[in-house]
């Protein structure tokens, strides 16, 4: 059945040693950083959205995410959508700031070139991504979560779950 493929996955994926090794990983980069960057496509964007929210109100960090309707469209008209957020970062991106890099399927050009331009600055990189083991994503980050299934909601519930796990493990900053 799948559902028990499902949960199995689940269940597999956060007893890994991997698994909890990258979360205490996180957590030290997140305490680290002055401000959180998260990026996205479609679903996504949605659970950038979200995270940048809940970092924001549950450990008061200053977050970001390109997800306005207006901004999107500006960027992407002026500079191509594989460069649109890229662009953002270069006005916005500073030292001592971390990027949250998502991407269910881990090849997404406009996602992996805003992760190239933040390494370039030396900047630290989380990264969530599925399907393929060896996508593209998966090399670029400090941290790189991978979801080994090709299956976009289980990918997407996944990586919100993981940055969910990271947030609740945070001390509270006042």
Known sequence: MQTNLYKEHFLNFFNSEIAKKQIEDSIAIVEKSKRIFFIGNGGSNAICSHMMED???????????????????????????????EEWLKIHFTEGDLLVAISSSGESKNILNAANYVKSKNGKVITLSGFKENNQLSKKGDVNFYVAISNYGIVECLHQVILHVILDSLPLKK
């Open 55 to 85: 970092y924001a109100k549950i450990a008061n960090y200053p977050t970001f995410c390109f997800s306005d309707a207006a901004l999107i469209t500006c960027f992407a008209n002026d500079y191509g959508y594989e460069k649109a957020m």
